[in-house]
């Protein structure tokens, strides 16, 4: 009887968006942009939303990496300490106390079960770390990345970008890296009236 696959664990890779909370990537970088430091780039950040949102809305049913590139665009010209503080701020003011009791319960269950827990999320990394930090359980983030240049955000986000339709494959690359059992692993997501999927090696080129 062949124990190879049965001695490897299985992870949990769980959206962050409509899993663990509600409010999507827009809605922190509005929050960025509304506090920007100077008055000229407060009004140019809030400017760049107001113009980013209705194209947002348009691309995120059909070109997810699209939208979030347009999404992050108003951080341009923000210094990378500047988000830091903000992104700690924002996970402590709009965020830690909005996380969802049934995601918290997922998470809880996958630990359980011996998975690696993994959160994916169109947020940019120091969101993504400072939101992990006040939860129990979470072995690892994956998110998204504001580039900069010597120290000032360009707006771009750095390749590869999380919010494409790509997740199957990339879960399936992730477990053969970190030597995870697919078979024994779940995806959690918020398409659809059934949240979980699990991610056969058969199926794991499908979008999640």
Same mark, same amino acid.
């Given at each position: 009887?062949?124990?190879?696959?049965?001695?490897?664990?299985?992870?949990?890779?769980?959206?962050?968006? +409509?899993?663990?909370?509600?409010?999507?990537?827009?809605?922190?970088?509005?929050?960025?942009?509304?506090?920007?430091?100077?008055?000229?780039?407060?009004?140019? +950040?809030?400017?760049?939303?107001?113009?980013?949102?209705?194209?947002?809305?348009?691309?995120?049913?059909?070109?997810?990496?699209?939208?979030?590139?347009?999404?992050?665009?108003?951080?341009?010209?923000?210094?990378?300490?500047?988000?830091?503080?903000?992104?700690?701020?924002?996970?402590?003011?709009?965020?830690?106390?909005?996380?969802?009791?049934? +995601?918290?319960?997922?998470?809880?269950?996958?630990?359980?079960?011996?998975?690696?827990?993994?959160?994916?999320?169109?947020?940019?990394?120091?969101?993504?770390?400072?939101?992990?930090?006040?939860?129990?359980?979470?072995?690892?983030?994956?998110?998204?990345?504001?580039?900069?240049?010597? +120290?000032?955000?360009?707006?771009?986000?750095?390749?590869?970008?999380?919010?494409?339709?790509?997740?199957?494959?990339?879960?399936?690359?992730?477990?053969?890296?970190?030597?995870?059992?697919?078979?024994?692993?779940?995806?959690?997501?918020?398409?659809?009236?059934?949240?979980?999927?699990?991610?056969?090696?058969?199926?794991?080129?499908?979008?999640?």
């Amino acid at each position: 009887m062949d124990t190879s696959s049965s001695a490897r664990p299985g992870a949990a890779f769980i959206r962050v968006e +409509g899993v663990l909370l509600r409010r999507g990537t827009l809605g922190a970088a509005a929050w960025f942009a509304a506090n920007k430091q100077g008055f000229s780039d407060r009004l140019w +950040g809030i400017g760049a939303i107001a113009l980013a949102a209705p194209v947002y809305a348009l691309l995120k049913q059909n070109d997810r990496t699209l939208a979030n590139r347009v999404a992050w665009l108003p951080c341009r010209h923000m210094s990378e300490d500047r988000v830091q503080v903000l992104a700690e701020e924002y996970v402590e003011n709009a965020l830690r106390d909005k996380v969802l009791a049934r +995601g918290l319960e997922l998470v809880a269950r996958a630990k359980a079960d011996g998975c690696r827990v993994v959160l994916l999320t169109e947020q940019i990394a120091p969101i993504a770390v400072a939101l992990a930090q006040h939860l129990v359980g979470i072995d690892e983030t994956v998110s998204n990345a504001l580039e900069f240049h010597d +120290g000032i955000a360009t707006g771009k986000l750095v390749e590869p970008i999380v919010g494409g339709h790509g997740g199957g494959r990339w879960a399936s690359e992730y477990a053969a890296r970190h030597g995870l059992d697919l078979t024994r692993s779940l995806a959690y997501a918020s398409n659809g009236p059934d949240v979980t999927r699990q991610l056969p090696e058969a199926s794991a080129t499908r979008s999640w």
